[in-house]
């Protein structure tokens, strides 16, 4: 890796050597070792990511995952293989605003994620054992993903076109949660937040975007927010629900 | 490595290019504004605040990122009355206000106010944003709009007065003769390439607002190109813009005849690349 990370700012980038990568279905695990600078953050915040050997031009946003004995990100497979296998790459963050957990309790609180915002919920997992998750895959495939999100109780998982949105009303019919925390594509969040609002139920979406810089910078990865564009990697990923119905 | 770009003096050379750092968020997250900068150069200034475009506004290129964001921005009132104070009390070096508009009066409108606010040291104007639907882009393609806009700025102002130009023109020498005729003090070469992405489906532009403009690695010799022209054509001083990476790249823009040096997509990767090059060139 070249000299440039001899200069870093208080963030980074620093240093992360990769010290493997293992098959989840169609999607991979990428487990490092993070530089001692570098933190893992509050579930929601994300890092930038960068090979500076690989493909990718940019640095790619990605949310760490604190597994037993390390950490680690899931990407899918060929980035795996041709961006993120090391020996080392470039980590930038936390960055983004995380989720508020002063609420957050396993009996109150509802997760709902698909896709790559599964990852997310990973940590909160392991802040409150059992705690409920309604989880959304693209294809049978990435099953495996779920291998990562311990702690949490899964309800069997909606695989598209079936969506997570059913099961989240028949929850909060129950009138058992006041609290939802979500994590996916926009489409995802905003369903989600319609259905909370609807429901009196208070919710808290981390949104996804595409992302050059992740700090505020390139102004790239803008999403729909209180009726206008506004940066995600600012403003979120992490917002609450009702800013995406305004 | 102090130097003097078009009566601007800077601590070293290396400056952002307008449009690819934000101080004020790098100082809360960072904790510097502008890392290993010299100065800072601002977002585009136009009269009006600006939502900017519609998502998606970025698109992956090979050795480059393709973007069409729209210049948002909060408008000139509230840049003069909020932002630029604040920027005064973060940034280290001076402040370079980019300006752009949508007619020959936004633009001198918005100089001639800069030019009583001492917190502005330099004015550049952004003749050559891609991604707006009028003015900028379209002044900055004709050599008669460019020297009438910039004579009219230089009327409006004392300060050091850059012209930021396209490549996306038939020559940009012709370009460059024009901003020297009109008054300008200094070219800076250039900003990003028009380009485009596409959607499969569709066959119409990826982006919300359509356009686009091409940055990055892919763009350097475009950049050299053009600050070797401008070299020829003009006796102003240039700052080189366009896929600069590194400390040898900054010494080919300068061999071609850049007085200073301007860092774009690169610090989306490392938002401390000016310390990391500024280092390199002194060993």
Known sequence: MSGVLEHATRLGPYRARVMGVEPLGGLALVRVELDSRTEVGVPGQFHMLSNPAGRDYLSRPVGLIELDGGVGFVVDQASAAADMAGPEIAVLGPLGRGFDLSETNAETTLLVAAGFGLTVMAGIGRMHRHIRLIAGLRQSDHLPLLECITGVTNDAPRIAPDLVTEPLIEALASGRYTQVLAAGPTGLGTAVARICADHGVASQVALEAPMACGFGACNGCVVPLDGTWLRCCIEGPVVDGARLLA | ?283
Request: glycine share 12%.
């Open chain 2, 1 to 283: 490595m102090s130097i003097t770009v078009g009566r601007l003096a800077l601590a070293q050379p290396l400056l952002n290019g307008s449009g690819t750092w934000d101080a004020e968020q790098a100082h809360r997250l960072f904790g510097e504004a502008n890392p290993g900068l010299a100065g800072f150069v601002t977002k585009t200034i136009t009269p009006e605040p600006r939502v900017g475009n519609p998502a998606p506004r970025i698109a992956p290129a090979r050795q480059g990122l393709l973007n069409s964001i729209g210049l948002p921005g909060p408008g000139r009132e509230a840049f003069l009355a909020t932002l630029l104070p604040h920027l005064r009390t973060i940034v280290d070096g001076p402040i370079i206000c980019s300006v752009g508009g949508f007619s020959l009066a936004d633009y001198v409108d918005t100089v001639a106010a800069l030019d009583d606010d001492p917190a502005c040291a330099a004015i550049e104007l952004n003749v050559s944003c891609p991604n707006v639907e009028s003015g900028c882009a379209s002044i900055g393609g004709d050599a008669g709009e460019t020297e009438r806009l910039t004579a009219a700025a230089r009327r409006a102002t004392t300060k050091p007065l850059f012209v930021k130009l396209s490549a996306s023109v038939a020559d940009i020498a012709v370009i460059a003769m024009a901003a020297e005729a009109g008054g300008a003090d200094a070219l800076v070469c250039v900003n990003t390439v028009k380009a485009t992405a596409v959607d499969r489906r569709s066959g119409k532009s990826w982006f919300g607002g359509g356009g686009g403009g091409l940055s990055g690695a892919s763009i350097r010799p475009v950049a050299l190109h053009a600050v070797v022209a401008c070299r020829e054509a003009t006796q102003l001083d240039i700052v080189g813009l366009g896929g600069v990476e590194c400390a040898d790249d900054v010494r080919d823009l300068v061999a071609a005849g850049a007085s200073a040096v301007a860092l774009g997509t690169a610090l989306f990767r490392n938002p401390a690349l000016a310390c990391a090059i500024t280092a390199d060139l002194a060993s």
